[in-house]
Every structure is written in C-alpha cells, then in structure tokens.
C-alpha cells in the first residue's frame, strides 16, 4: 500500500484548503482511511476517518462542522476539504491506512500505512 498525500500550503484564518490522498494497493472496499495531524511538540492526532465501503465517515471534535472527508472511486483518492481554518489547525497532516478494521480507528498505532505527511500552515 502506497499513500501520497498533497494540498497543503499556506492560508490565512477562516481560508479553506483541499488536501488529498492518492491510495495505490489499497481501494474503499478493503482498507478504513485515515486523517491525522501532528503540531511541533505535540503528538498525533486523529482528524477524520472512512471506513470500508466508504459509508461511515468520523471527525475528532476539533474539526467537526468546519472539515468534510469525502472519497472519489475513479481515482482511489480521498480528499479533506478544510473551512474556516484556525492557527491551532497548523500541522503536518498525513494519511493513513488500514487493512484489518472496518471502521477507521482513531488511535495512529492501529494504522499500517502511512504518507508522507504535507504542511498546512494557518497563519492569524
């Protein structure tokens, strides 16, 4: 399983951005995908999550109403489309898979495959 992840870059308070992750080795009827972040200093954390199948989508609540994970079968790629950004948004956001559990976990050790990560900057 491959993930690339792209989108970040840097916008003001309230902005939006689009993040993506192209999955390869992996499609929605066999791997839960994941989106996490990780601040300087702090420790990863869950954002949102689909499960097998695409039918269940979850949001830690932090990002609840301003976040929406969505998938697109043609392309095996899930994107997070992110609104009314905030400063504490800013992080390294990664995505994640995994083949063993239906439902997306929010816990990163239950994750077996990783992207690169991709920088979303917030500024005030």
């Known amino acids: 399983v491959q993930l690339q992840a792209s989108g970040g870059g840097l916008v003001q308070a309230g902005g939006s951005l689009r993040l993506s992750c192209a999955a390869s080795g992996c499609t929605f009827s066999t791997c839960a995908l994941g989106w996490f972040r990780q601040a300087p200093g702090k420790e990863r954390e869950f954002v949102a999550g689909?499960?097998?199948?695409?039918?269940?989508?979850s949001y830690a609540d932090s990002v609840r109403g301003r976040f929406t994970m969505s998938r697109d079968d043609a392309k095996n790629t899930v994107h997070l489309q992110m609104d009314s950004l905030k400063p504490e948004d800013t992080a390294v956001y990664y995505c994640a898979a995994d083949v063993d559990d239906t439902y997306a976990p929010k816990q990163s050790y239950q994750y077996h495959h990783w992207g690169q990560g991709t920088q979303v900057t917030v500024s005030s």
């Open positions: 689909i499960s097998w199948g695409g039918t269940i989508i």
